[in-house]
C-alpha cells in the first residue's frame, strides 16, 4: 500500500512539474515590446502571394479541363479565379489607400504585398518543350503583363507599396516537373500555363524533404532579384503555405532576416492533428521566442479574406472589430489580407474585395488620438524591440521614436534603414537624427 502511495505520490509529483515547467515556457515566451501599443493604434497589413504566376493565366485557360482531376477541392472555390496581377489592378488598389483619410502620423495607408520572385513555364518548341525559369519581373508570354513593373515603381513611389519576401516559386519545383514528365492532365495544364498539378496542395517550396543546399540556392536568388528588383534588402518574411522549420528560419536570420510573419499560423508536414499536436505545436513555437531572443515574430490577430464569404461588408466589419481588440489587448493590430481579394479573372470579385478595403479604413479612422497609425512589418519590430524605427516609405525617411525619451537614431548613408538592426550594426558613415519622444520625423529622400 505504501509503495503504491509512493508511486502515486511520484507521478502526481512529475505531472505538477511538466504543467509548471509548461506553464513557465509559456510566461517565457510571450511576447513584449518596448512601447505602449494601446495608444499608438497601429495596423500593418500583410498580402500573400504577389508576383504568384498563377493559378491560371486567365479565365480561359480550364476550359474542356477536370478541375477534380488537376486539384480535387483543396481550397477556396473562388482560387480557380487567381492569376498574375496587372498594372490596372495594382493601381485600383493603390487608388483605394491613397483617397483613404491618412492616419494620425499624417502618412496614407501602406501596404505590405509579400512577393514570389520566380516562376517556371513549360514551353514548347520545334524540338520538343523545355522548362524555362523567369524571375520578377520577368514572366513566360501566357503572363505578360504591360506596364505592370512601372506601375508597381510608382505605387512604392508614393509611399503606398511596401514589397517583403513571401517564396521562390511557392512550390518545390521537382515534384511539378515530375508531375507533368508523367504527362496526362499535369502535362496539358503546365502547357496551357495553369500552374497546379496533381498533389501540388502537398508540393511545399519549404517542405523537410527538401535538401539545405536547395533551399539556400533558391533562397538567395530570390533575395537577390528582390534587392534588384526594389532597391533594398528583404526585411520580413513569410513562409509559402505557411510551411517551413527552424532549418529555414536559420537560413533567414544568416542572410539578415529576422523579422518572421505568422508564426502561429505555422504548420508541420507529417504531424496529426488534434491536441497534443496543437499543444506541441503551442510548446515549440514559445521555446523558439525563448531560445531566438534576435528574430521578431509578428502575428497576424486580424483575418481580411472578403471574397471568400458571401457578405464582403460583414467581413470589413469583422475585421475592424478585429483590429480593435488587438490594440486593447496591447499589440499592434496585423492584418491579413491575401492577392485573391484584388487579383482576380472575374471583374464583380475584384470591385467586391475593393468596396470591402474601402469599408474597413472608413471604419478604422478616427478623430485625433483615436486615429490609427499605418506601419510596414520592420517598423513594428523595430518599435517593439528598440521603442524606435526607420523606414523609406516612397518620398519619406520616416523616423520613430515610440517611447517616453528622446532618442538618436541612426541611418545608413543610403537612407536604407528598413532592415531590423542589432545594437551596434550601424554602418559606417550612417547620419544620427534626434528624435523627440513620442515623435515621427519625415525627413524628404
Not at 38 to 48: K, P
Not at 203 to 217: D, M
Not at 367 to 372: H, Q, V, Y
Amino acid at each position: 500500500m505504501k509503495r503504491r502511495t509512493r508511486t502515486a505520490g511520484l507521478i502526481g509529483a512529475l505531472g505538477l512539474g511538466v504543467i509548471l515547467a509548461t506553464g513557465a515556457i509559456f510566461l517565457a515566451g510571450r511576447d513584449r515590446s518596448a512601447v505602449d501599443w494601446r495608444s499608438l493604434r497601429a495596423v500593418a497589413f500583410e498580402s500573400d502571394d504577389w508576383g504568384l504566376a498563377g493559378f491560371l493565366p486567365d479565365a480561359q485557360a480550364l476550359s474542356g479541363l477536370d478541375r477534380d482531376a488537376l486539384a480535387p477541392g483543396r481550397f477556396p472555390d473562388v482560387y480557380w479565379g487567381s492569376t498574375l496581377e496587372d498594372s490596372a489592378q495594382v493601381g485600383a488598389l493603390t487608388r483605394v489607400l491613397a483617397a483613404a483619410a491618412r492616419g494620425r502620423d499624417g502618412l496614407p495607408p501602406v501596404w505590405q504585398p509579400n512577393y514570389v520572385m520566380g516562376s517556371l513555364s513549360w514551353e514548347d518548341g520545334a524540338r520538343g518543350g523545355r522548362w524555362i525559369r523567369y524571375d520578377w519581373p520577368e514572366f513566360s508570354p501566357r503572363y505578360v503583363r504591360p506596364g505592370l513593373p512601372e506601375a508597381v515603381d510608382q505605387a512604392i513611389g508614393m509611399g503606398l507599396w511596401y514589397p517583403e519576401y513571401h517564396a521562390f516559386t511557392h512550390y518545390d519545383p521537382l515534384r511539378r516537373i515530375e508531375s507533368v514528365a508523367s504527362m496526362g492532365i499535369a502535362a496539358e495544364a503546365a502547357r496551357r500555363g495553369i500552374m497546379l498539378f496533381p498533389g501540388s496542395e502537398g508540393a511545399r517550396e519549404l517542405g523537410p524533404w527538401r535538401s539545405r543546399a536547395e533551399l539556400e540556392a533558391e533562397l538567395d536568388a530570390g533575395l537577390a532579384r528582390f534587392a534588384s528588383a526594389f532597391g533594398r534588402p528583404v526585411g520580413s518574411i513569410i513562409a509559402p503555405d505557411y510551411t517551413w522549420d527552424r532549418r529555414c528560419e536559420s537560413l533567414w536570420v544568416s542572410r539578415g532576416v529576422r523579422v518572421i510573419q505568422a508564426k502561429r499560423e505555422q504548420r508541420y508536414v507529417g504531424r496529426e492533428w488534434g491536441t497534443v499536436a496543437r499543444i506541441r505545436k503551442l510548446v515549440d513555437q514559445r521555446l523558439d521566442r525563448i531560445l531566438f531572443p534576435g528574430r521578431v515574430y509578428l502575428e497576424r490577430n486580424c483575418r481580411f479574406e472578403p471574397v471568400q464569404f458571401p457578405d464582403p461588408g460583414a467581413v470589413a466589419l469583422r475585421c475592424a472589430q478585429e483590429v480593435k481588440r488587438a490594440w486593447a489587448a496591447g499589440s499592434p493590430a496585423v492584418v491579413e489580407s491575401h492577392r485573391i481579394n484584388f487579383v482576380h479573372t472575374d471583374p464583380r470579385v475584384i470591385r467586391a474585395g475593393l468596396e470591402a478595403l474601402e469599408d474597413l479604413l472608413a471604419e478604422l479612422d478616427g478623430p485625433g488620438d483615436l486615429a490609427p497609425i499605418y506601419l510596414t512589418d520592420i517598423e513594428i519590430a523595430g518599435l517593439m524591440r528598440n521603442g524606435t524605427s526607420s523606414c523609406v516609405r516612397g518620398p519619406w525617411l520616416v523616423l520613430r521614436n515610440g517611447t517616453r525619451s528622446g532618442r538618436i537614431l541612426a541611418v545608413d548613408p543610403g537612407n536604407a534603414g528598413e532592415r531590423e538592426r542589432q545594437a551596434g550594426e550601424e554602418p559606417p558613415g550612417s547620419r544620427f537624427f534626434l528624435v523627440p519622444a513620442g515623435a515621427v520625423l519625415l525627413i524628404p529622400r
